[in-house]
């Protein structure tokens, strides 16, 4: 394993941890995390980094700007740094990331690249593939796709969420977007006012996977053109509050209509991070991206 950087089109400098396979087989998994994630927490980590090239496959996990809550990352400007993190990242940007990952991929001698998405990496994944081309990408592996937005209006954080945009909305109204809110999502993430509303207002683009409320459309997903490996478990709070975790994975299925290859997959008690299912993590994977 070793550690790589990236640059994206606007100037972050992205770490991200490399294990390759000795031959330098053309095949590679991107790891794109998610809210306030990191390259290195994950459960499953230390298992993709060691099985993946074991079976021929290399492994890449990249930071991407929601990285921990608030975080400063080195710019191409040389002592310039720049605070983002979860709190304060827009989910447009995501692109650029993921972007600036495949691009780095592609300069390391890669042609077979496979996006790796957990939770919000999920949605990014889905939001990339639709806004950008992706002649290079093989495929997604998307490892519980979250409804983002009805994880919010569910019943036990509706008001939470009602309460976390008024809030924002009236410091974005007094010219204070950056302000960190009193109110916390989910009783423990810390976002500003530009973000809460970026992500969670009416105008969203994170609404994505959405079991919960139907009527927000598919449109992403419907426009995802690559084959789809999904998986979630019978405890993961980021789909069983909205949706039972067989029907939402046969919801999702049935709205990948422009993929020509889809798997999904539904872990017997498996919870959001997947803790002690690495190793079948891994083996579903290999077994589907071939």
């Known amino acids: 394993m070793k550690i790589v950087k990236t640059k994206t089109s606007d100037g972050l400098i992205l ?13 590679i998994i991107v790891h794109i995390h998610g809210m306030a994630g990191s390259i290195m927490n994950e459960d499953y980590f230390p298992t993709m980094h060691e099985m993946l090239p074991r079976n021929g496959v290399s492994c890449l ?48 001698g890669y042609s077979d690249i496979w996006l790796f998405g957990h939770s919000l990496g999920c949605s990014k994944i889905a939001y990339f593939l639709q806004e ?17 937005i009805g994880l919010t209006r569910e019943p036990s954080e509706k008001e939470n969420i009602k309460a976390i945009l008024e809030e924002a909305n009236k410091n974005i109204a007094l010219g204070q977007d950056e302000r960190l809110l ?25 609404a994505v996977f959405n079991f919960f409320d ?15 490996l999904a998986i979630t478990g019978t405890k993961d709070d980021g789909i069983v509050p909205v949706m039972d975790p067989y029907e ?40 589907f991206i071939g």
């Not at 009193?182 to 683009?205: C, D, M, P, Q, Y």
């Not at 139907?214 to 789809?228: A, E, F």
């Not at 046969?250 to 959001?272: C, D, M, P």
Request: charge should be neutral; aromatic fraction near 6%; charged fraction near 25%.
């Open 15 to 27: 770490n991200g941890l490399l294990s390759e396979v000795e031959s330098k087989n053309k095949k």
């Open 61 to 108: 996990v990249g930071e991407n700007r929601g990285l921990g809550t608030i975080t400063g990352f080195n710019t191409d400007g040389g002592n310039d740094m720049k605070v983002i993190g979860n709190a304060f990242e827009k989910f447009e940007e995501c692109v650029i990331d993921i972007q600036a990952w495949v691009n780095q991929a592609l300069r390391l």
């Open 132 to 148: 950008c081309e992706h002649n290079n990408i093989s495929g997604a592996v998307l490892l519980s796709p979250a409804d983002m």
């Open 182 to 206: 009193k109110n916390k999502l989910w009783g423990s993430e810390i976002l500003s006012a530009k973000t809460a509303v970026n992500f969670f207002g009416a105008r969203t683009n994170l």
């Open 214 to 228: 139907g009527s927000l459309g598919w449109k992403t997903v419907n426009s995802i053109d690559v084959p789809v």
């Open 248 to 287: 939402a994975m046969k919801k999702l299925k049935q709205n990948l209509i422009g993929s020509n290859r889809v798997s999904t997959l539904v872990y017997e008690g498996a919870e959001h991070p997947f803790v002690g299912f690495g190793e079948r993590i891994v083996d579903d994977v290999l077994r």
